[in-house]
């Protein structure tokens, strides 16, 4: 006889497998669109059995299909054949871009002939995709060939390659990197890049971040209070202290409260934070709740109580989660209130926190008369606090066109009620 766990997998099983049946017959479409939405679909169903589908659709003409089709085989660690990825490395660079993430499961030697050529496209992008997997590939070859690109005409290119020689263990000439980071004429996302590098693979690199952290340019400045965060507090607590009382740019400020709030031994960041509850900035607010929240704070539940109580959307957004954790009377109130309304992202946060919460409330029932999504999610909170019976689970399972709308009534029978398992089976 069965068990109920083996009777419950093949149940699903079953299920996975009629979907990608249904999806597989749109791979023989005319149309190139079906095609590649089919693939991305069968992708996410991880299914397996489609590599020869897949491999053909290599040499469509149309680059979105084709990008789809590489992106099913890599998503299954499908190991292709030097011939089917060579032709790829003709074509467009996107293409050739996205056929980088096929190297790593060729056999060694193919994927890194292939590293060696991509690594010397005329494409910088091409280039960096390339450097992206050095240290996934460890292929001698192309880490000589990355090591000439620490000269590359291209800074980003350097950047990176600098990078994946420093994440493969190679040792890499600091200069390269300090050089672009120290130089005002390029782009901020240029040097913000650099300087990520630097803090994360260079030891010694403190120094500098906190000279940057004082620049005259807020968004280098906040990057490197941002970067800060990389080393031990006791090195950084009084620079960061020194941001936070100084009030002002409120990036800067931001950027040490994050950082500062995972030094929990420092008592007196809770008095120098808690006006900025009252700032403006909405991501300021969120930043200092989230660290008065790591500083076990009193003042937490009353902060999300009036947030919730007030019109501003996005700040609704961003405290929902903190009810799991300060789930007063008032705020759980406040997330039935906001299910009743017909906002779908702030219905659907709700319910996750109602779920865990495994509240029992009349208004959650009547979501599952709503949009797929909110179905699922209510779904999951009754089944979380064990409000809504068998016959009903089994009436949604068999009547949903849904398959993920199938699943969770299937997940709620095999948790609640195991014992009518084989009637679905």
């Not at 994927?111 to 496209?121: A, H, P, V, W």
């Not at 091409?126 to 450097?131: D, G």
């Not at 705020?331 to 017909?342: A, D, F, P, T, Y």
Request: charged share 30%; hydrophobic share 40%.
């Amino acid at each position: 006889m069965k068990s109920t766990k083996q009777i419950f997998l093949n149940i699903k099983e079953r299920l996975i497998q009629e979907r990608i049946k249904r999806i597989s017959t749109d791979l023989n479409s005319t149309n190139a669109i079906t095609v590649a939405v089919a693939f991305n679909e069968l992708r996410r169903l991880r299914d397996r059995w489609h590599t020869q589908e897949a491999i053909k659709a290599l040499s469509h003409p149309e680059e979105f299909l084709v990008i789809s089709a590489i992106k099913y085989l890599a998503a299954i660690s499908y190991p292709l054949e030097s011939k089917d990825v060579e032709p790829l490395l003709k074509k467009g660079e996107r293409i050739k871009k996205e056929s980088v993430s096929l190297f790593p499961h060729m056999s060694m030697m193919d994927g890194c002939r292939m590293l060696s050529l991509t690594l010397e496209d005329s494409s910088p992008a091409v280039r960096i995709k390339s450097l992206k997997i050095l240290d996934k590939m460890g292929c001698e070859e192309a880490i000589k060939k990355a090591k000439k690109l620490t000269e590359d005409p291209d800074v980003q290119v350097r950047i990176e390659a600098v990078r994946s020689l420093a994440a493969a263990g190679e040792e890499v000439d600091p200069k390269i990197i300090i050089d672009v980071i120290e130089d005002p004429k390029l782009p901020f996302n240029v040097r913000s890049s650099a300087m990520k590098v630097f803090a994360g693979y260079f030891s010694g690199s403190l120094p500098l971040i906190k000279k940057l952290s004082k620049s005259t340019y807020s968004k280098i400045s906040s990057t490197a209070i941002t970067l800060m965060g990389k080393f031990p507090c006791n090195e950084i607590w009084e620079s960061l202290k020194e941001i936070i009382n100084d009030s002002a740019p409120v990036e800067n400020v931001e950027a040490a409260i994050k950082n500062a709030s995972t030094c929990k031994d420092k008592k007196e960041l809770e008095g120098m934070i808690l006006k900025y509850v009252n700032y403006p900035s909405k991501s300021l607010k969120i930043t200092t709740l989230k660290a008065l929240i790591s500083l076990e704070s009193q003042h937490v539940e009353g902060i999300i109580e009036e947030i919730l109580d007030g019109n501003d959307r996005n700040l609704k957004i961003s405290v929902i989660p903190f009810v799991e954790r300060f789930p007063s009377k008032a705020n759980v109130e406040s997330l039935l209130k906001i299910i009743e309304g017909e906002d779908e992202e702030l219905t659907e946060k709700s319910l996750r926190v109602l779920s865990k919460l495994k509240i029992k409330d009349e208004r959650i029932k009547q979501l599952l008369d709503g949009s797929k999504r909110i179905k699922i999610q209510a779904l999951k909170s009754l089944i979380a606090s064990k409000d809504i019976d068998s016959d009903e689970l089994i009436d949604i399972f068999r009547n949903s066109d849904s398959i993920e709308v199938k699943m969770e009534a299937l997940n709620g029978i095999a948790k609640l009620f195991p014992q009518r398992l084989e009637e679905l089976s």
